[in-house]
C-alpha cells in the first residue's frame, strides 16, 4: 500500500519506492510513504491562487461554520480514526486525546471566532488614536489575512491533534495550509485528510497533504506565506535557518520536545491528598502515548526528605501498568511509534545513567500482553534517580522521547525553581502544593522559563486537564529550548496568520475602510429614530443627539432610594465639598440611567434588547443643576447567524454614546450593545 499524498486537487500516489512504515506492534508493514514526483512549487502556487482567494472570499463567521461542520463530519468518522491509530501503538485513552482532543480544537476556534469577532473578512483592532490637535487626522490597527499559504511540519507523537491545532487558526483566519505529517505515524493523517476532502465542507485549495519528503517546498515560499514546525530542536533550528525563510523574513513559530518539569511542594506530605495527585500525574505523564508527548514530565523535582516515598509510591502504580497491544482489553500502555524510536530511547537512558541510577525499568524483561516483543517497538516504564541535579548536566540537557522520568532532589524551594530553570526553556511546568505562597515564589520565579505553569491542588484536580494538556484558549509553546514560539492562544493563533497594519486618514475615510465609526466621523441624520430601523437600513455613522435634561436634587436623592446608593458624595453637602468633587454630584449609574431614557424609543420595533455595555468611563462629575445631552452614533454592525430555535434573524449593533454637559464637555463615554432585528430570514 502506498500512503498518498493531496495536492493540487488530486490525491497523488508516488512511482518511487520511498520508506516503509511499520506497524508499531506487531511490525507488519502499513505502507510505502513518498513524495518523489510532486511539483511543490506548483502546490505552493495551487494554495495560493485556489484555495486562499476562496478563504479570504469568506467571512469569519463563515469560516467558523465550516470548522464546526467539518469537527461534526470527522466525529461521526472516529472509528476509523481509533482503528488506525492503535497501529501506532495509541491505546483508546492516547487516541481520544488526539483524534477528540484535535477535535474540540475545531468546536473551540469555531466558537470563538464566531463569539470574539466581527462577521467581516478583516479585524479592527484595538481603539483609534488621535494623531492630531482638531481631530481630523486618526490612526488604526486592522489585520487582514495574509495572501500566502501556511506550512505546517508536525511530529509524529500526535498524528491528528497536530495537525488540527494548527489548522484551525489558519483556516478561521482565511490562509490555506499544507499539512506535511511525520512519516512515521502521518498515514493516520492521510485517513483523517481524506475524510476531510470528501465531506467537501472546504473550499478547493484549503488544504493540501504531503506524505514524505518537503523536497525543495521550502525554497519557493515567499513573504506571505508562514511556517510552524513541532519536532526536535536541531531540525528546527535547521528549518528556521533556511535560507529561503530568513531572505523573505516568513514568520516561523517552532514548537519543540522540552525537558519539563513537575515540583513537589516542600510541605506536602506522603498520604495527603497533594502527594497522591503529583504521583498520579506523573505516572500519567510517564505512560500516556508511552511518554512520547513534548509535554511529558522529564525531570521530577522532589524534596530530598520526599524521595524514598514518593519513589517508592511511584513504582508500585508502575507495577499496575500493563504493557502491549493497546487493541486488547486491560492493556494501558502501548509501543513507541517505531524500533528507531524505541533505539533512540535506549541509548539515551544509557547515557543518563552515566550521571543517574536506574531504580525502575530500563531493561527488555517486562511483562507483555499480546503485539510482538522482537517486532514491535516496546519499551517499559522508566525511572532514574539523579542524586546532585545542580551539579549534574546530563538530566538537564538529555530527552528520552518516551516513558522515562528521572527524580531530582531538592534541599529549599528556592533550589527547586534553579532545577526548574536548568532545563534552559520548557513548554510546561508543574507545581503540586497547598501552600498559595510557595505557588506564588515558584511560579514567578519560574515563568520566565516556561510556556505554561500550572498548580494542582485538592482544590482543582477534579476538574484540571493536567500537566500535560495545551488547551486551545492557552498559549502552547516555551522560550529557549522549547522552540520560542506560540501556538493557539486563542485568537492569538488565528491573528499570527494574518498582517497586522496601521491605518491613516481622516475619521470618515477609516470609517468608510472598517465599516466603525470613528469619533470625528461624518454624522447621519435623519427623522427616522435609529431604533426604529431594522438592521440592514442602519447605517454606520446614523446619529440621534436627544433633547435636554437637567439634573436636579430630587433626581439624585430618588435615585439613591431606589438603588440604595447613599455615598456620603451624593447625600453630605459638608463631606462633599471637601471631597475631590467639591460639591454633590449625581451617581454615575443615575446618569448612564437618565442616558438610556433620552435615547430610547419606548414602542415595540426592530431594537429587541440591550446586549450590554463596553468600555463606561465617567469623565466628569455631573452635579445638581448641571444640564446634559446624549449622542446616540451607529458605530459598529454585527450580523448574527440564525440558528435554528431563533424566533427572528438578527445581529448585533454596537452604539457609541457619548453624555455632555452644558459646557459641551464629555461626562461619559460608553458602547451599547443592541439586538436588532433582521428583515431577512
Not at 504521583?279 to 521530577?300: D, L, M
Request: hydrophobic share 40%; net charge negative; aromatic share 8%.
Amino acid at each position: 500500500m502506498k500512503v498518498q499524498s493531496y495536492v493540487n486537487g488530486h490525491w497523488f500516489e508516488s512511482q518511487d519506492q520511498g520508506v516503509e512504515v511499520l506497524n508499531a506492534v506487531n511490525g507488519d508493514s502499513v505502507g510505502w510513504v513518498s513524495s518523489a514526483g510532486i511539483d511543490f512549487k506548483q502546490i505552493l502556487q495551487h494554495g495560493r491562487e485556489v484555495g486562499g482567494p476562496a478563504l479570504r472570499a469568506m467571512t469569519f463567521h463563515e469560516r467558523a461554520n465550516r470548522l464546526k461542520a467539518l469537527a461534526q463530519y470527522l466525529l461521526a468518522a472516529k472509528e476509523k480514526f481509533y482503528r488506525v491509530s492503535a497501529w501506532t501503538g495509541a491505546t483508546r485513552v492516547d487516541s481520544w486525546v488526539d483524534i477528540e482532543g484535535g477535535l474540540g480544537t475545531l468546536f473551540t476556534y469555531s466558537s470563538l471566532v464566531r463569539r470574539e469577532l466581527a462577521n467581516e473578512t478583516f479585524i479592527v483592532e484595538g481603539p483609534s488614536e488621535p494623531l492630531s490637535p482638531q481631530g481630523s487626522f486618526i490612526g488604526r490597527h486592522i489585520l487582514v489575512p495574509k495572501e500566502g499559504v501556511a506550512v505546517h511540519i508536525n511530529a509524529f507523537n500526535f498524528p491528528c491533534w497536530g495537525m488540527l491545532e494548527k489548522i484551525a487558526p489558519s483556516l478561521a483566519a482565511g490562509m490555506p495550509v499544507i499539512v506535511k505529517p511525520a512519516t512515521a505515524s502521518g498515514y493516520l493523517t492521510e485517513v483523517m485528510v481524506r475524510e476531510i476532502i470528501d465531506s467537501g465542507l472546504l473550499p478547493e485549495g484549503s488544504i493540501q497533504l504531503i506524505s514524505g519528503s518537503t523536497g525543495d517546498l521550502l525554497e519557493h515560499l515567499n513573504e506571505q506565506d508562514v511556517v510552524t514546525f513541532t519536532g526536535s530542536a536541531t531540525t528546527g533550528q535547521m528549518l528556521k535557518t533556511h535560507p529561503t525563510i530568513v531572505a523573505n523574513s516568513i514568520p516561523f513559530t517552532m514548537e519543540a520536545d522540552s525537558l519539563n518539569c513537575s515540583i513537589l511542594g516542600a510541605a506536602v506530605e506522603p498520604g495527603s491528598a497533594e502527594f497522591d495527585i503529583y504521583i498520579k500525574e506523573v505516572v500519567k505523564e510517564i505512560t500516556v502515548k508511552a511518554g512520547q508527548k513534548c509535554t511529558a514530565i522529564r525531570r521530577a523535582i522532589i524534596p530530598r526528605n520526599r524521595v524514598d516515598a514518593v519513589a517508592e509510591a511511584l513504582k508500585t502504580r508502575l507495577d499496575k501498568i500493563t504493557l502491549g497491544d493497546p487493541a486488547l482489553d486491560g492493556v494501558r500502555m502501548g509501543p513507541l511509534v517505531s524500533r528507531a524510536q524505541q533505539t533512540d530511547v535506549r541509548n539515551v537512558v544509557a547515557s543518563l545513567q552515566q550521571s543517574s541510577e536506574l531504580i525502575y525499568g530500563g531493561h527488555d524483561n517486562f511483562e507483555l500482553i499480546g503485539g510482538d516483543r522482537e517486532r514491535g517497538a516496546f519499551f517499559p516504564p522508566t525511572l532514574l534517580y539523579c542524586d546532585a541535579p545542580l551539579t549534574t548536566t546530563a538530566p538537564h540537557d538529555l530527552e528520552a522521547f518516551g516513558p522515562v522520568s528521572t527524580l531530582m532532589p531538592f534541599d529549599t524551594i528556592e533550589e527547586a525553581i534553579t532545577l526548574a530553570k536548568l532545563g534552559r526553556g520548557s513548554l510546561v511546568g508543574s507545581l503540586v502544593t497547598a501552600d498559595n505562597l510557595e505557588a506564588r515564589k515558584v511560579i514567578l520565579g519560574g515563568a520566565a522559563y516556561h510556556g505554561r505553569m500550572l498548580v494542582l491542588n485538592a482544590d482543582c484536580v477534579k476538574e484540571s486537564t493536567g500537566h500535560g494538556s495545551p488547551l486551545p484558549t492557552l498559549v502552547h509553546g516555551g522560550p529557549g529550548r522549547a522552540g520560542g514560539g506560540e501556538e493557539l492562544g486563542g485568537l492569538r493563533a488565528v491573528k499570527h496568520y494574518m498582517q497586522r497594519t496601521a491605518i491613516q486618514g481622516h475619521p470618515t475615510t477609516l470609517s468608510a475602510i472598517t465599516g466603525e465609526f470613528h469619533p470625528g466621523s461624518e454624522q447621519r441624520r435623519d427623522a427616522v429614530h435609529p431604533f426604529r430601523k431594522y438592521f440592514e437600513e442602519l447605517q454606520v455613522g446614523d446619529t440621534l443627539n436627544t433633547h435636554r435634561r437637567t439634573v436636579t436634587e430630587a433626581d439624585v436623592v430618588n435615585f439613591g432610594c431606589l438603588s440604595g446608593d447613599h455615598f456620603y458624595a451624593h447625600f453630605d453637602e459638608i463631606a462633599a465639598k471637601d471631597s475631590l468633587f467639591g460639591k454633590r454630584v449625581a451617581h454615575g449609574y443615575f446618569v448612564i440611567s437618565a442616558a438610556a431614557g433620552m435615547f430610547v424609543d419606548p414602542a415595540p420595533g426592530p431594537v429587541l434588547a440591550n446586549y450590554g455595555i463596553d468600555n463606561l468611563r465617567f469623565v466628569e462629575p455631573v452635579g445638581i443643576g448641571d444640564t446634559i445631552q446624549v449622542r446616540l452614533t451607529c458605530k459598529r454592525k454585527i450580523k448574527k447567524d440564525r440558528r435554528p430555535d431563533d424566533i427572528k434573524a438578527t445581529g448585533v449593533v454596537a452604539w457609541d454614546v457619548e453624555v455632555r454637559n452644558q459646557h459641551d464637555e464629555p461626562v461619559a463615554i460608553y458602547d451599547i450593545l443592541t439586538l436588532v432585528e433582521r428583515k431577512e430570514g
